[in-house]
């Protein structure tokens, strides 16, 4: 249950994301926060709940599912890092960011 209402807020999340990075519709000046912190903080989160709910019910996670929900994470810790120290990156993470969100959305309510 709680997997699909993450997916109902991770989907539109996404997609914003994306209107914001091709430059159609920013709502960040709208609802006074960034957008894209927003999601990274989600991205995060959302693959930190699904690391403990799969260890707990499942008793732990395979190698792979440990690298999978890593990689996963690392654009919207690599914003978040970015955000407060600043460091160069030859790419820009709103993009991962806002797949990742649009593409967790769509699998979590399957």
Do not use: C, W
Not at 11 to 38: A, C, E
Not at 89 to 106: C, D, K, V, Y
């Amino acid at each position: 249950m709680l997997n699909k209402i993450l997916s109902m807020i991770g989907l539109p999340l996404g997609i914003l994301v994306i209107l914001k990075y091709f430059g159609i519709y920013d709502v960040s000046s709208r609802i006074l926060f960034n957008i894209t912190m927003i999601g990274a903080l989600f991205l995060i989160v959302i693959q930190l709940l699904s690391y403990i709910s799969v260890s707990r019910y499942n008793e732990g996670t395979s190698l792979m599912g440990k690298a999978i929900k890593t990689i996963l994470a690392v654009p919207g810790i690599l914003y978040v890092i970015d955000h407060f120290y600043p460091i160069v990156l030859p790419i820009n993470l709103e993009i991962f960011i806002a797949i990742f969100l649009f593409t967790e959305g769509l699998y979590g309510l399957h």
